[in-house]
């Protein structure tokens, strides 16, 4: 399988005002494959998000890129000039934000605000727009796409609102979708609506994503592969089912132990859910050793001085533990 | 627990009934008509129990919130805390309520002075009422930073300095200084990491049953409120329309919304989310 997009080893830090570096992203390698939803998980300040933006070239002004690569079609977005990622951006690779009522103009029509993306990627003249915006709200509001195009970002739901910046980010018929947390700010009745917007979209124009998310269970019967961040780098990464039923590096398991069960209500007495114990130092200063160790359960004395690297448990499905080393 | 209460013939230590709120839609185009965001809203909470309240964006929650945290007048209906019927009481009275049922939101990060510190934070509340000399309220600031799992020697700390999970556990100390004895979180956990979620729950299930905290706890998270609550009430366009302990709602829900609400979670793809030793 080819891949459209190879991420390499990648690193990136934040400087503070101070000019100390703090690592966001740590060595993160991985592929996508096309037609393929990549679920990433991991928790605020794990690096998902700057690995978002790296990837469209939007990293703030105080990162930097200390080394590798993301390759798109051949080519090193990291080396790319502004004006070549701009063209790449929103036509090729797109972004779609968490919070919708943020990230549209408030006095401007929908319709309007997606003509304007294809237009600003010189999609056609003034008919091959109208028609593409139609087509693409045709797709995302089957039935009402008419009414939805000429609303304000205000007359819509939040639900709606979210489907509009859906609609921007497919519009231009990307390669790549990048969904940064985009259900996070809605109610589960709407969490779904949207979820199922994006199945549909996967089944019906083969869309290949990356879906950013803190929360496991969105990526249940959804995410081809899921890649779990801990601090700036790939915990695990193997085929969604095999992670998310049975995980294996030890922060995906205490993770995934951490959350209350739907199905099981706790007993009269137990109501103490397991946390996992927080991190003494703050992994500060930079450590040498695995970075989870400082919290690990299972951690064991070779943890504190070596770095894990990878240990393949399959094909596809990598883990960064030693605990497998010898399997 | 809230049911033993019931059994003894105690008294409720907040009830509500009948609640209504209307929002005029005057400024808005047309239509004089009002948004009715409570639409006779009843329930009763027990001292040091939760009751949960869980339904979609617009359905009433944060109304209802407000309502009972004094930020507003309800239209009609009664609040009653501990005997006294606070819709009817003066500004001045009011006051004194609201110490006693602290809101907690979200996003803390937003209702807190980003320049100040984290000592500064806690002793403000206590410095308005103007009860205590500053030495006490340095003690019980320490006190409770300790007792949130904050260490003391966080007190110098800008309050934008910490972790969304310590600005919640500071959050919670902040609501504590005034001796509250209801505490209504408002989406309290939904925008922290889930291992966070859990550690937060756990220090207020600590707190309820060290100090027999009562909880409303607002949420659209269905396990969570299951896992925390004593009862669970669905509401739907400004009403109740189920209420019941958290094993009745998840499986033997009556009401279409619950159902709907329930069928809505996303859930791993097997029983449970506990992940089995392998």
Not at chain 1, 159 to 186: K, N, Y
Not at chain 2, 254 to 272: D, N
């Amino acid at each position: 399988m080819g891949s459209i997009l190879e991420i390499r080893d990648l690193r990136v830090a934040y400087r503070s005002r101070n000019g100390d570096l703090s690592r966001a992203l740590d060595g993160v390698s991985f592929f996508l494959g096309p037609g393929e939803v990549l679920g990433v998980l991991g928790e605020s300040g794990s690096g998902k998000s700057t690995l978002a933006l790296s990837l469209l070239g939007l990293l703030p002004r105080d990162s930097v890129v200390a080394s590798g690569a993301v390759l798109f079609q051949g080519r090193d977005l990291l080396k790319a000039e502004p004006r070549e990622l701009q063209a790449i951006r929103g036509k090729n690779i797109s972004l779609i934000f968490q919070e919708p009522s943020v990230a549209l103009h408030p006095t401007m029509r929908v319709g309007r605000q997606v003509r304007q993306i294809l237009d600003a990627h010189g999609m056609g003249d003034r008919d091959e727009l109208v028609r593409r915006t139609r087509e693409v709200f045709e797709t995302l509001f089957a039935g009402e796409a008419e009414r939805i195009a000429r609303s304000y970002p205000h007359q819509l739901s939040g639900g709606q609102r979210q489907r509009v910046l859906i609609a921007q980010a497919i519009a231009c018929r990307p390669s790549v979708v990048i969904a940064d947390e985009p259900t996070a700010s809605l109610d589960p009745t709407t969490q779904k609506e949207i979820l199922d917007v994006f199945r549909g979209l996967r089944k019906n124009l083969g869309l290949t994503m990356i879906f950013i998310t803190h929360n496991p269970a969105l990526l249940s019967g959804f995410a081809d592969r899921v890649l779990v961040f801990y601090a700036g780098r790939v915990a695990e990464l193997g085929p969604a089912k095999r992670v998310l039923t049975s995980p294996k590096h030890p922060y995906t398991q205490a993770l995934f132990r951490s959350i209350p069960p739907l199905d099981e209500p706790h007993d009269a007495g137990e109501r103490s859910l397991p946390t996992i114990p927080p991190d003494p130092n703050r992994s500060f200063p930079p450590r040498s050793g695995c970075p989870f160790e400082p919290r690990c359960p299972e951690r064991m004395e070779i943890c504190k001085s070596r770095d894990p690297g990878f240990v393949s448990l399959s094909e596809s499905h990598m883990v960064s533990c030693f605990r497998y080393e010898n399997q | 627990m809230n049911t033993a209460g019931r059994d003894k013939g105690m008294q409720p230590l907040l009830e509500v009934g009948n609640l209504v709120k209307t929002y005029s839609r005057r400024r808005l185009a047309g239509s004089g008509e009002g948004v009715r965001a409570l639409d006779g809203v009843s329930f009763s909470i027990f001292r040091g129990t939760t009751l949960a309240i869980v339904g979609e964006s617009g359905s009433g929650k944060s109304t209802l919130a407000s309502c009972l945290a004094c930020l507003e007048k309800p239209t009609s209906g009664a609040i009653r805390f501990e005997d006294k019927d606070i819709v009817t009481l003066s500004e001045e009275d009011l006051r004194a309520i609201r110490r006693q049922m602290q809101l907690i939101f979200q996003d803390p990060a937003s209702s807190f002075n980003p320049r100040w510190g984290v000592g500064e934070i806690l002793i403000e509340p206590l410095a308005l009422q103007g009860n205590l000399g500053r030495d006490e309220m340095r003690t019980r600031a320490h006190a409770l930073l300790e007792q949130v799992g904050l260490s003391s020697s966080m007190e110098a700390k800008l309050a934008s300095e910490l972790s969304g999970g310590q600005r919640q556990r500071l959050a919670i100390a902040r609501a504590l200084m005034l001796e509250p004895k209801v505490l209504i979180l408002d989406e309290a956990l939904s925008a922290l990491d889930c291992s966070v979620q859990a550690q937060i729950a756990n220090l207020l299930v600590d707190l309820q049953s060290s100090c027999g905290m009562t909880y409303l706890f607002i949420t659209h998270d269905l396990a969570m409120a299951a896992h925390l609550a004593d009862e669970i009430a669905v509401m739907s366009k400004g009403r109740i329309v189920e209420h019941g302990a958290p094993n009745k709602i998840l499986n033997q829900p009556q009401s279409v919304i619950t159902r709907e609400l329930l069928a809505a979670v996303p859930r791993l793809g097997f029983a449970g989310t506990r992940v089995a030793e392998s």
